[in-house]
């Protein structure tokens, strides 16, 4: 049995000091692979109990770590190690600094102390608080999730308070596995029940039996394959019918998540569930509809929290965000967008360091910022607008932060009033649903790292459309943008804050989320990805050398794409550059084409134009020339193929016949001909036109009949509108009438009172404060201490700060100058959203009673 008081751990060869391991208890199969796993384990108040219950069920050979935080009192040594060492047959050390973890023992944190981990080595360091609010539990819990990853394992047990809760949130985004104990087993139920209904944890049982589980979940998880390797296709098979299933149950297709992370998140409710594989794992989802929700949850990984990544709005402050204010001298509303905010907090902490930056560099600008926050999660989108959270998040804020822009409530903190309205929550799927457009700011971190190549070059696009010019995009510390180095460029790469780059040449194929998502061979291996093959330069090489010239153009004739040469049917035109067909034609094509592009545009079928005659550099040269509209494929349709043949000559060349026909004579009958068809095309094209002209008009005019019905529905509007503007003046009325009878009311009373902000300048006061103080009605916003008073009072003001401070009233009895009495009393101000604005300073008449006093003594 180990000695709790010696530092160092004993020999871990053989962990369990009575003896060699024994074989009741399998190895921890596969799930620890890589490593041992360590179980993080919280407590506070009734916590013995329940840590003894928990090592007692624990078999000394079970090859897990346990490190025990427990809020202990700092100003007392604890016992625990010996405690619990009687419960158990694993060795019970007391953490020190630099102690390396390992499997068969158990370490508790020593009073005083914080307790993180790194690289598996523990370390010790003084908290940041003696007393108050601290949360020890959260910050190990944190740190072991950051080091231990899939393999950290957390427990929260009895206690007060919700300390663990969101380091249990840290384990479970990583991938590891989080247990509460069963709130009526624990003597005290805070801390377990809070972790519950926050949806973090994955099994909820009595203290005993939390080890068994833990067991049973590791000897059913499987060694996660590294994430650059291809999965089986049988493995790929059934997770492709769990994502139909889901698309079926939710409506969202997550076909092109990364395999490795769906793969790795239904193998942890096949560990949860203690199912044998994903293959039956499939047949209870048939079987268990209900279990589809869970595993949808367990997808969307809703994990955040206040500020994550300090650097990262650090920099939003000191840098991005004073460039975007430096574009709007005047003033401008800003708009973010937030997808996949989870409970809102990135959101709220964006709209907070917008309104620090704002006061710290244009307080008097007419600058605002509506942010769009959504989120898959309907249940996280109703979390987040309530702006409730636990009293845990003031380990990720200042206090600064905390009392200015949180509202303490029972239980924990609501976000500021002003804060809240900055910010509008709405469900949406950021792969199907439109994009928020006319973006200043989009802020998407940590959901990249989720997504598939496919579906990173479908979103990354979108970003950049739905940014304004010289936009800020932020990502997450492992997300970058790939190969868009086109459309964004770093501000800072190590907080991954990148800056729109406006295109030279706009890409066409912009993939909006109405469109389906490309398959994942065509997507991953694009054209522009094999440019360099053999294949391609093969293609490059027919068209050049032995395929018709040809061009591409839509129905105004502009080209879009040329093939092979046509040096000898196309010419630039002279002046501005122009590459459209008809100008570019040589003569003798410009008219024949002149009609056919949009007739090809209706009928598919192939046009022929045969033996045009065109000039090519003083020459007469003869050209057939096809046109055909094309259909398939689907990204091509709406567009016409032009191809040039050079006509061929007769073999033998030309014989000559008494009866034939000159030369001259020949040719003026081809360009006769060409005329007769240029102009028969050109009368088809004008009856289309005045049929298309004939529905215009009917449309016309329906246009005007529901611009007249649109009239009467603003005419409606407009009285509707007048109705509201005489309620609202009413309102003012009321308000004025409720003014006049406080002003009345406070006057009536003969009570001087003076209204200061929380910075002391004048905000109001009654008349009789006039008789104390030199008030005019331009002092109003001046600081208190300008102010001429009669009163005999220098420490006026420190008293009235050390209200705002304290929020303790303060009462004093002063003279004036001239023998007046005044009881002064200073209380806080406090608004309708019980939040301290300054203070309010009445002053009461006591010189009779004064008076009476001294005849009374003499």
């Not at 007391?94 to 023992?105: D, F, I, L, Q, Y």
């Not at 020593?110 to 020890?136: C, I, M, W």
């Not at 496919?454 to 995009?473: I, R």
């Not at 494929?633 to 033998?652: H, I, M, S, T, Y």
Request: charged content about 25%; proline content about 7%; some cysteine.
């Amino acid at each position: 049995m180990a000695n709790a008081s010696k530092p160092t751990p004993p020999d871990p060869a053989c962990p369990n000091p009575e003896g060699s391991r024994a074989d009741k208890t399998p190895p921890p199969a596969a799930g620890t692979a890589s490593g041992f796993p360590i179980v993080g384990i919280g407590c506070s108040a009734g916590g013995l109990e329940a840590l003894q219950a928990l090592l007692g069920g624990a078999p000394a050979d079970c090859g897990m770590a346990f490190v025990i935080v427990q809020h202990l009192d700092p100003e007392h040594v604890s016992n625990l190690p010996e405690l619990l060492q009687r419960a158990t047959r694993m060795p019970v050390i007391e953490a020190s600094e630099r102690m390396t973890v390992k499997p068969g023992c158990v370490y508790v944190i020593p009073p005083n102390k914080d307790l993180s981990l790194l690289h598996g080595v523990l370390h010790l360091l003084d908290p940041t608080e003696k007393r108050g609010l601290r949360l020890p539990i959260d910050f190990f819990l944190r740190t072991l999730a950051d080091d231990c990853g899939h393999r950290a394992i957390g427990a929260i047990l009895s206690g007060m308070g919700s300390d663990g809760m969101l380091g249990l949130g840290a384990i479970k985004e990583k991938g590891g596995l989080t247990l509460a104990q069963e709130p009526a087993d624990a003597r005290a139920d805070s801390m377990p029940d809070s972790a519950i209904k926050s949806g973090v944890v994955d099994i909820v049982a009595p203290a005993g039996k939390l080890v068994a589980r833990m067991i049973d979940y590791l000897r059913h998880t499987p060694t996660p394959p590294p994430a650059d390797t291809d999965l089986p296709d049988h493995t790929q098979s059934l997770l492709e019918r769990i994502v139909v299933l889901l698309r079926d149950r939710s409506g969202n297709d997550l076909s092109l998540y990364k395999p490795s992370t769906l793969q790795r998140r239904i193998e942890r409710r096949v560990a949860l569930l203690q199912i044998d594989g994903i293959a039956d794992y499939l047949r209870y989802l048939r079987n268990n509809p209900q279990e589809l929700d869970l595993l949808f949850k367990e997808l969307l990984i809703g994990v955040t929290s206040f500020f994550r990544d300090p650097a990262v709005w650090e920099f939003l402050r000191d840098a991005a965000l004073p460039a975007l204010l430096a574009k709007y001298p005047e003033g401008h509303m800003l708009r973010a967008w937030v997808p996949a905010c989870s409970s809102g907090e990135e959101a709220y902490s964006l709209a907070i360091v917008f309104k620090e930056t704002l006061e710290r560099l244009k307080p008097d600008a007419h600058f605002a910022l509506q942010i769009y926050a959504t989120d898959l999660d309907m249940d996280a989108v109703d979390k987040a607008r309530k702006a409730c959270y636990p009293v845990n998040i003031a380990a990720d804020l200042t206090p600064e932060r905390l009392a200015r822009y949180f509202v303490a409530e029972e239980g924990g903190y609501r976000v500021s009033r002003d804060i809240r309205e900055t910010v509008i929550f709405a469900p949406q799927n950021v792969i199907s649903d439109p994009p928020f457009t006319r973006l200043d700011i989009l802020c998407c971190r940590n959901l990249l790292i989720y997504f598939g190549q496919a579906l990173q070059k479908k979103v990354l696009p979108l970003f950049h459309y739905a940014l304004n010019p010289d936009g800020v995009l932020v990502l997450g510390s492992a997300e970058t943008t790939g190969g868009f180095s086109d459309l964004f460029a770093p501000m800072d790469k190590k907080t991954h804050v990148f800056k729109r780059i406006e295109q030279i040449v706009r890409s066409p194929w912009l993939n909006f989320p109405t469109r389906p998502v490309a398959s994942a061979p065509e997507a991953a291996g694009g054209p522009l990805e094999h440019r360099d093959s053999i294949e391609h330069l093969t293609d490059q090489l027919i068209q050049q050398r032995f395929a018709p010239a040809a061009v591409l153009v839509n129905g105004d004739g502009d080209i879009l794409y040329i093939s092979g040469r046509t040096g000898k049917y196309l010419e630039p035109a002279a002046g501005k550059v122009n590459i459209n067909l008809h100008a570019m034609a040589r003569e003798g094509l410009r008219d024949a084409l002149c009609g056919t592009i949009r007739k090809a545009l209706h009928d598919p079928r192939p046009i022929h134009l045969n033996g045009l005659q065109i000039d090519h550099d003083g020459h007469s040269l003869t050209v057939d020339v096809t046109v055909q509209g094309i259909e398939k494929p689907e990204a091509l349709r709406n567009r016409v193929l032009v191809v040039f043949n050079d006509a061929k000559k007769p073999a033998g060349g030309r014989k000559h016949r008494p009866n034939a026909v000159s030369d001259r004579e020949s040719a003026l009958m081809l360009e006769l001909n060409q005329l007769r068809e240029a102009l028969r095309i050109n009368q088809e094209e004008m009856q289309a036109s005045m049929e298309e002209a004939k529905s215009a008009n009917e449309e016309l005019q329906v246009t005007n009949e529901e611009l007249t019905t649109s009239k009467e529905e603003l005419q409606s509007m407009n009285e509707e509108l007048q109705t509201i503007n005489a309620e609202l003046q009413s309102k003012v009325d009321d308000l004025t009438w409720a003014r006049n009878d406080m002003t009345n009311l406070l006057n009536s009373t003969e009570i001087a009172t003076v209204f200061l902000d929380s910075e002391m300048k004048l905000r109001r006061y009654t008349t009789h404060a006039t008789h104390l103080f030199k008030f005019i009605p331009k002092d109003l916003g001046r600081p208190l201490s300008d102010i001429v008073t009669d009163l005999d009072y220098p420490h006026l003001q420190d008293d009235a700060m050390a209200v705002l401070t304290t929020l303790i009233f303060s009462e004093k009895e002063v003279c004036t100058q001239d023998g007046r009495w005044y009881r002064v009393r200073i209380m806080p101000y406090r608004t309708q959203d019980n939040v301290i604005d300054g203070v309010v300073l009445t002053f009461i008449d006591i010189t009779a009673i004064k008076q009476l006093e001294a005849k009374l003594r003499k």
